[in-house]
């Protein structure tokens, strides 16, 4: 059984997570909304998602687009954690995660680099 935890307190989780993205990355970040949402409709145990055109993708016809989303799956998240300590790390693992898609890291490197 997983973690039970109030929205509000994931939500900060996901804050104080962003918060640990260093400064230079954090204002390279633009046009994207993160949002915490309960689940994925179609991949209920999928932990996050980028939705979006990578930055190394945006070209001149990028401009006026809608924002790109990176959503955070909360309920898949406790489903998998023991602790809040595990939700604290899962958390932090899947905000830089998404946010590394939006910079164009593929999920090979991501796992490589032991953000998988």
Do not use: K
Request: aromatic residues 6%; contains cysteine; negative net charge.
């Amino acid at each position: 059984m997983g973690v039970q935890m109030s929205n509000e307190h994931f939500e900060e989780l996901v804050s104080e997570a962003l918060d640990e993205i260093p400064a230079e990355l954090a204002r390279a970040i633009d046009n994207v909304v993160i949002l915490v949402e309960p689940r994925h409709d179609e991949e209920p145990d999928l932990l996050g998602l980028y939705q979006g055109i990578a930055l190394t993708d945006r070209d001149s016809h990028y401009a006026g687009s809608l924002p790109d989303t990176i959503s955070i799956y909360r309920d898949a998240i406790l489903d998998i954690c023991h602790t809040d300590d595990d939700v604290v790390h899962e958390v932090l693992v899947t905000v830089v995660h998404e946010i590394a898609h939006y910079f164009g890291i593929e999920e090979e490197r991501l796992h490589q680099l032991g953000w998988g």
